[in-house]
C-alpha cells in the first residue's frame, strides 16, 4: 500500500532536518510534496540541550501552523547527523551538533503526541533521492554525500539499512590511499581525507603554499582560501597544481564508488552534497575512472543528486508517513 491510500484530505507530517548550522523544516503531504517550509538556525555552539529545546519548540510550531492552517499533523520525522541508533530512536553521537545518547525520538513523541520516527540525515536524505529524486525507479542505489565528509545511503527498495550500529554507510572511511593524507577519524588514506570538499580546499592550499587560511599566497581575490569549486574551475582552465588535486580526489573518488559497487551491485550511483555542484567537472572524469575500474561488475548509472539540501528534510518526511 503506498502512503497516500491510508491518508486523510488534510493529513501532513511533520518534517526536521537538523545540520550542524541549521535546521530545514517542512509540512509534507503524504503524496511527497509540500505544503510550508521553515529554516532556522541551529546555533549548536549554545550546547546540545538548548539545541533539543529548539528541535522540540520548532516541531511544536509547526504542528501548531498546520492545524491552524486546517491541516491534520498526523506523524513526525527528524533527520539528524552523526550516528542515529534509529530503532532507539536515540542521537547517539554527533560532532557538530554535540548529541551524546540523547533520546530525541521520544522526547519529540511526549512533546507532540505524534508518532514520531528519528532518521540520519544521510539515510534519509539517500531514501528521499531513491523514492522521489535521481534514483526515482530503481530499487538499488547508492546515494553518496560529498562535502565536509563523505557520507553514503545503500536504498533497496525504498528503505536504507543502518547497520547494527547505527554506522553503515560511512564510504568516506573506506581506506583507499594507505599511508596517504590523516583523516579526521585518526587513520591515513580514507576517501575523506582526498575527495571531500574540504579535502580538496586544504590540499589544494598546501599545493600552492597558501596554508590552511589562505593567508600566505593564492587565496583568491577577496582573500578567502580556494573552494573545492574554485580548485574544479581553476583545474578546468589548466592550472597545474588545481589540475593535480582534482584528478587525485577523482581517481580516490572513483575507488571509493568501486568498492561501494562491489558490495552493493546497484543499479544507481546518486552522488550530492556540495561537490557535486562541480557537474560535468565531476562527473565526466569520475563516470570515466568508475568505469575503468569495473571488470566483472555491472556499471551503475552515475548521476547528480535531483533534491538538493532538500533532500534531507523530504527524507524525513517519508520515514514519517512510513511510521503512521
Ligand atoms: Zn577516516
Not at 538556525?41 to 509547526?62: F, K, M, W, Y
Not at 551538533?97 to 512533546?111: K, N, S, T, Y
Amino acid at each position: 500500500m503506498s502512503p497516500a491510500d491510508a491518508a486523510g484530505p488534510a493529513d501532513v507530517v511533520v518534517a526536521l532536518d537538523v545540520g550542524g548550522t541549521g535546521m530545514k523544516c517542512a509540512l509534507v503531504r503524504p503524496d511527497g510534496t509540500t505544503v510550508h517550509t521553515e529554516r532556522h538556525p541551529t546555533d549548536a555552539g549554545r550546547g546540545p540541550d538548548a539545541v533539543v529545546e529548539t528541535i522540540l519548540d520548532v516541531a511544536e510550531g509547526l504542528a501548531g501552523k498546520a492545524r491552524a492552517d486546517g491541516r491534520d499533523p498526523v506523524a513526525l520525522g527528524i533527520a539528524v547527523p552523526g550516528v542515529v541508533d534509529e530503532a532507539a530512536g536515540v542521537a547517539v553521537w554527533s560532532a557538530n551538533v554535540g548529541f551524546r545518547d540523547v533520546p530525541l525520538r521520544d522526547l519529540a513523541a511526549e512533546r507532540l503526541g505524534l508518532p514520531t520516527v528519528l532518521g540520519h540525515d544521510v539515510r534519509v536524505g539517500g531514501l528521499a533521492e531513491a523514492r522521489l529524486g535521481a534514483g526515482r525507479g530503481t530499487g538499488h542505489v547508492l546515494f553518496v554525500a560529498i562535502g565536509t565528509g563523505i557520507a553514503a545511503a545503500h536504498v533497496v527498495d525504498g528503505a536504507a539499512a543502518s547497520g547494527a550500529h547505527g554506522a553503515a554507510g560511512e564510504i568516506g572511511h573506506v581506506l583507499v590511499r594507505p599511508g596517504g593524507p590523516r583523516c579526521g577519524c585518526g587513520r591515513d588514506g580514507c576517501l575523506e581525507a582526498v575527495a571531500s570538499a574540504s579535502a580538496i580546499a586544504r590540499r589544494y592550499a598546501e599545493a600552492t603554499g597558501a596554508g590552511p587560511t589562505g593567508a600566505a599566497g593564492d587565496s583568491g581575490p577577496t582573500g578567502t582560501p580556494a573552494s573545492a569549486a574554485d580548485v574544479a574551475d581553476r583545474a578546468a582552465a589548466g592550472e597545474p597544481a588545481a589540475a593535480r588535486v582534482w584528478a587525485e580526489a577523482v581517481e580516490a573518488l572513483a575507488d571509493g564508488l568501486a568498492t561501494g559497487q562491489a558490495l552493493y551491485d546497484v543499479e544507481t550511483v546518486v552522488v550530492g552534497g556540495g561537490l557535486a555542484q562541480a557537474g560535468p567537472r565531476l562527473f565526466d572524469p569520475l563516470r570515466a575512472a568508475l568505469h575503468e575500474r569495473m571488470t566483472f561488475h555491472r556499471r551503475p548509472r552515475l548521476v547528480a543528486a535531483a533534491l538538493g539540501d532538500e533532500a534531507g528534510c523530504l527524507g524525513a518526511a517519508l520515514l514519517a508517513l512510513d511510521a503512521r
